[in-house]
């Protein structure tokens, strides 16, 4: 059993930064990707960025350049890096662990609102 806990969501203006963080608790966290998914009101839930256990990364062609994925597993925490952020960017972000045999884990979500 994998919990997520995410912080670090917000009001930010356009073009400014804000870093999303997970703490992950649970077996085996280390040996699984990691990564972030967002949801804007009314649209599917979306992948942004993901880590694998060996730290390969990929990102939405839309965040490309301007959101960076960190993993530490250590601490089996994984942050979202993200910078010039537009209001397209509005949304709830959710943490997101990938087992092995593909069984998702989703942290409760925290709001990101991009606005002047």
């Given amino acids: 059993?994998?919990?997520?806990v995410e912080s670090?969501?917000?009001l930010?203006?356009?073009?400014?930064s804000l870093r999303l963080s997970c703490a992950a608790s649970g077996s085996g966290v280390s040996n699984f990707a990691m990564g972030w998914y967002r949801q804007a009101p009314g649209k599917r839930r979306e992948l942004v960025a993901r880590v694998s256990s060996g730290g390969s990364r990929s990102y939405a062609d839309s965040v490309k350049g301007r959101f960076t994925i960190f993993r530490d597993n250590t601490?089996?925490?994984?942050l979202l890096q993200m910078s010039s952020l537009k209001p397209e960017d509005t949304a709830v972000y959710y943490c997101?662990?990938?087992t092995n045999?593909?069984?998702d884990y989703w942290g409760q979500g925290t709001q990101v609102t991009v606005s002047s």
């Fill in 1 to 4: 059993q994998v919990q997520l």
């Fill in 8 to 10: 670090g969501g917000g």
């Fill in 12 to 16: 930010v203006q356009p073009g400014g």
């Fill in 75 to 78: 601490n089996n925490t994984v």
């Fill in 96 to 98: 997101n662990v990938r």
């Fill in 101 to 103: 045999w593909l069984y």
